[in-house]
């Protein structure tokens, strides 16, 4: 029962992941064709095009959002194919809380760094 | 995941690189696989790197410093490559998933035809506009490279 509800958490971060990852996707690698986001005769990861998607409150909450989904999708793959190869009770426990522990701590460095950044742009 | 019920997993990973019988979308498995630990391996790895926006303009210049060259580049392009083929074909598992484009159940009547037969077309459809993603990404790639 708890599988199946961390698998139908795993296929609805995908979703998330699909629209979210995919606008960043074109901001970022489709710019030249798209042009979302950034400004005229700028790269996406020049500092100016930076601090104008920090300064909107829309990329700081998505930048948030995509950052739990994808390391929950990832992390509960990587789980399930680790799972697969039938580790012993032991492993698959701390496993478990290797891959929790990990994924909490890179969510609250990540989330923080969002936030920052975001404070520092409206600063400047 | 379920568990298995005390039959060993007797392959382990080696299970991935034969297609066997399967065929086509046992392929599309592995390189989902694949891509997906490529892309985790790389998103850990991002979100570090991306975090020095946080410290300002010089550690951001840095960073970004540190992840420049060709060697870089063709990286980025092999994630954007995996991130395509990736959500392609996370979109049809979970389609088939939700039961949409696996077929309708039919008698077994020779020349037998599986819900596979039905879910390739679809399987196709997905790959070709991940195709079309990849060189909309590597169109972009070349602009860049050239200007």
């Given at each position: 029962m708890r599988d199946q509800r961390l698998?139908?958490?795993?296929?609805?971060?995908?979703?998330?992941?699909?629209?979210?990852?995919g606008l960043h996707m074109g901001i970022m690698h489709l710019d030249t064709l798209?042009?979302?986001f950034n400004p005229?005769?700028?790269k996406p990861v020049a500092w100016g095009a930076v601090l104008q998607r920090a300064r909107m409150g829309f990329f700081t909450v998505s930048y948030i959002v995509l950052l739990g989904a994808a390391l929950f999708h990832g992390l509960y793959g990587l789980r399930n194919i680790l799972f697969e190869l039938a580790p012993g009770r032991g492993v698959k426990s701390a496993l478990n809380v290797f891959l929790a522990a990990g994924g909490v701590g890179l969510f609250v460095f990540g989330a923080w760094a969002a936030w920052a950044a975001g404070v520092l742009a409206r600063t400047l | 995941m379920l568990d298995n019920?005390?039959?060993p997993n007797r392959l382990g990973i080696w299970?991935?690189?034969g297609g066997g019988r399967w065929g086509f979308e046992r392929y599309l498995y592995t390189l989902h696989r694949l891509t997906g630990l490529g892309l985790l391996c790389y998103f850990l790895l991002h979100i570090f790197v991306t975090s020095a926006r946080a410290y300002g303009q010089d550690a951001w210049a840095a960073s970004m410093g540190r992840v420049t060259g060709g060697l870089f580049t063709a990286g980025e392009f092999l994630v954007f490559a995996a991130f395509a083929f990736h959500a392609a074909n996370g979109v049809r598992l979970a389609l088939i998933e939700l039961g949409i484009a696996i077929g309708k159940p039919i008698e077994p009547v020779y020349p037998y035809r599986t819900s596979v037969h039905e879910q390739?077309?679809?399987a196709i459809g997905v790959m070709v506009v991940a195709g079309l993603v990849l060189a909309a990404g590597g169109y972009n790639f070349f602009v860049h490279l050239t200007h």
């Open positions: 698998w139908t958490w795993h296929v609805l971060a995908g979703l998330v992941i699909l629209v979210l990852l798209l042009g979302w005229p005769d700028m | 019920k005390g039959h299970g991935w690189l390739r077309r679809l």
